[in-house]
């Protein structure tokens, strides 16, 4: 089974310190992915990588910056965490498919974070 | 740009009820769709997917039809069950969108006995 692993499930930080959310797959996946999930508003993406070292803004990239250094890890990075990021954090990845992108995604388990 | 637009809920429905779920889309290419499911305390998992138009995708008694014409991708089942209780979520992949999967707002669903 393709397993996206998220480091925590819950965290609890204050305001204006900088947060590390650690994605690892262990599927050789070459799209890795960032989403925010609030109430109403469904997942919106933050950032994506579809390749080492390579990244790509989403929809709302403010706040926020990645690494990805290895193929299977994908950091997300809070530079000052502020109360309006908390939030339940999504990591998924997925694989291109002869060329095309109409692979599934896989999820973690999400991060839940409170930002005090 | 694309964008998934589902029905609000929550819906609730009593055991045996018709299940369908409403969903619309914008693209500029030609997606892929999907329906995912999150059930409480977890991360989404793929329920089922369609790649061209009238595609149908199904699993463990759901489908959805690709509707290009009305560029439409509704969930349906025909009995639903207390298990059945979760949000879904319709998204899409569009090929030259680069490899971002847009997200409907989700449409929490609940089964009573």
């Known amino acids: 089974d393709v397993k996206v692993t998220q480091s925590s499930r819950y965290l609890v930080k204050r305001t204006g310190e900088k947060v590390f959310l650690e994605c690892v797959q262990d599927?050789?996946?070459?799209?890795m992915f960032w989403y925010r999930q609030d109430p109403g508003l469904g997942l919106r993406l933050i950032y994506f990588?579809?390749?080492?070292?390579?990244?790509e803004k989403g929809d709302i990239p403010e706040g926020y910056s990645v690494s990805r250094e290895k193929k299977e890890r994908f950091s997300l990075i809070l530079e000052s965490a502020s109360t309006n990021q908390t939030s339940m954090y999504l990591c998924?990845?997925?694989?291109?498919?002869?060329?095309?992108?109409?692979?599934?995604?896989?999820f973690g388990q999400g991060t839940r974070l409170t930002v005090v | 740009g694309n964008s998934v637009t589902q029905m609000e809920g929550p819906v609730t429905l009593s055991e045996e009820a018709f299940l369908t779920i409403n969903c619309t889309y914008t693209?500029?290419?030609?997606?892929?769709l999907f329906w995912y499911v999150q059930y409480p305390g977890e991360g989404l998992q793929l329920l089922l997917k369609?790649?061209?138009?009238?595609d149908k995708g199904s699993n463990k008694g759901f489908e959805a039809t690709y509707r290009k014409e009305t560029t439409s991708f509704h969930l349906e089942k025909g009995s639903v069950q207390v298990s059945d209780s979760a949000v879904y979520f319709c998204?899409?992949?569009?090929?030259?969108?680069?490899?971002?999967?847009?997200f409907g707002a989700g449409t929490r669903l609940f089964v009573k006995a």
């Open positions: 998924a990845s997925s694989f291109i498919s002869q060329g095309v992108m109409n692979t599934e995604a896989f």
């Open positions: 693209a500029t290419g030609y997606p892929s």
């Open positions: 998204a899409l992949t569009d090929h030259t969108g680069g490899f971002k999967t847009i």
């Open positions: 599927m050789d996946h070459e799209n």
């Open positions: 369609a790649t061209k138009a009238d």
């Open positions: 990588s579809y390749d080492v070292k390579m990244k």
